[in-house]
């Protein structure tokens, strides 16, 4: 039963437009999320984070929405970038409940920004 | 440089081969994670260390995986009895503790990739 799903495989935006990624997660347990990139052959780079006390945060062009109530994240990135092209992972942890703050990941979604 | 190492990075094998793997964490980092993701997959947590105490193995970490941090710096993967399900990228990622940062984001290596055959 995967517990954070990113229901989009793929997402192809022109640049200059926004990029919306979305993430569900069933545990109400989680109390941090993240977003990573990931280009192929490498490892995950981090994002952005953001704590479940908050509903918002912002670094530059990218900015993380949380709505607790319906257990949703998105990822906006204003304006895209042929170089944002990439897999975007959605990640929760929880400091509590015996998870040892371990990241359970979406499947990702590959975002193409065309010029 | 001064993020997370791995190494090799990329591993070719036989079925029945052993293979271990070397992650080096961020300095002060004293938690570090070890992860294998699949074709379509995400990253999927495997173990855990705090300096050099192994605190949580997932139900994925089978009796022919083992993992050691013996001094609290890095870190190696061993995988014995290679099989071709085996085959994936394998990642570490290291956190700092609450002094240094958030602990909760973790920093990823580049990765392992292990091709059994």
């Known amino acids: 039963d995967q517990q954070v799903k990113q229901n989009s495989p793929s997402l192809s935006v022109q640049e200059g437009r926004i990029s919306i990624l979305n993430c569900d997660y069933t545990n109400s347990m989680f109390d941090y999320f993240l977003w990573y990139k990931k280009y192929p052959a490498e490892g995950p780079t981090f994002l952005i984070s953001?704590?479940?006390?908050?509903d918002k945060n912002e670094d530059g062009r990218f900015t993380v929405f949380l709505n607790k109530s319906a257990k949703h994240l998105s990822l906006h990135i204003v304006p895209s970038q042929p170089g944002d092209s990439a897999v975007y992972f959605c990640?929760?942890?929880?400091?509590?409940?015996?998870?040892?703050?371990?990241?359970?990941f979406g499947k990702g979604t590959k975002l193409s920004v065309k010029p | 440089d001064t993020g997370v190492s791995q190494d090799p990075r990329h591993k070719i094998t036989k079925r029945g081969q052993n293979v271990t793997f070397r992650c080096d964490p961020i300095?002060?980092?004293?938690?570090l994670y070890w992860y294998r993701q699949t074709l379509g997959q995400g990253p999927e947590f495997l173990t855990y260390f705090q300096n050099e105490a192994q605190l949580e193995k997932s139900r994925l970490l089978s009796d022919r995986f083992s993992a050691e941090r013996p001094k609290g710096s890095f870190s190696t993967l061993e995988i014995q009895r290679t099989e071709q399900g085996d085959s994936a990228m394998y990642l570490c990622?290291?956190?700092?503790?609450?002094?240094?940062?958030?602990?909760?984001?973790?920093?990823f290596g580049p990765g392992t990739r292990l091709l059994v055959l």
């Open positions: 990640a929760a942890s929880a400091k509590y409940g015996g998870s040892q703050g371990n990241l359970i």
């Open positions: 953001i704590s479940s006390i908050k």
């Open positions: 990622a290291s956190t700092p503790d609450g002094l240094a940062g958030p602990r909760e984001t973790q920093y």
């Open positions: 300095s002060e980092h004293n938690r």
